[in-house]
Nanobody
Framework: QVQLVESGGGLVQPGGSLRLSCAAS????????MAWYRQAPGKERELVAT???????NYADSVKGRFTISRDNAKNTLYLQMNSLKPEDTAVYYC???????WGQGTQVTVSS
């Protein structure tokens, strides 16, 4: 079974940047699509970005042009580069393997001055 562990969250000022990482266990990582979700307080969890095994990507409209999802199959790691952060990006960010129904524990991102 794949396990996912996120890291890289923290407190950042508006306009700043953060890079989230998601380390995956097991040998299946390169053969599955991956995704980032987020959940803000009092709101439902929402899809942020997805990446296929071939590197194809999709983004929520709210993050297009600011966030970049990528993967390093040699390191079994998924990334989310977040630039031009806004207070409304504040949320717990989760790594997800949709085909396996596996979630990470989440990492908190807070955008505030």
């Amino acid at each position: 079974q794949v396990q996912l562990v996120e890291s890289g969250g923290g407190l950042v000022q508006p306009g700043g940047s953060l890079r989230l990482s998601c380390a995956a266990s097991g040998r299946i990582f390169s053969r599955i699509s991956m995704a980032w979700y987020r959940q803000a307080p009092g709101k439902e969890r929402e899809l942020v970005a997805t990446i296929t095994t071939g590197g194809g990507t999709n983004y929520a409209d709210s993050v297009k042009g600011r966030f970049t999802i990528s993967r390093d199959n040699a390191k079994n790691t998924l990334y989310l580069q977040m630039n031009s952060l806004k207070p409304e990006d504040t949320a717990v960010y989760y790594c997800n393997a949709p085909q396996l129904g596996v979630w990470g524990q989440g990492t908190q991102v807070t955008v505030s001055s």
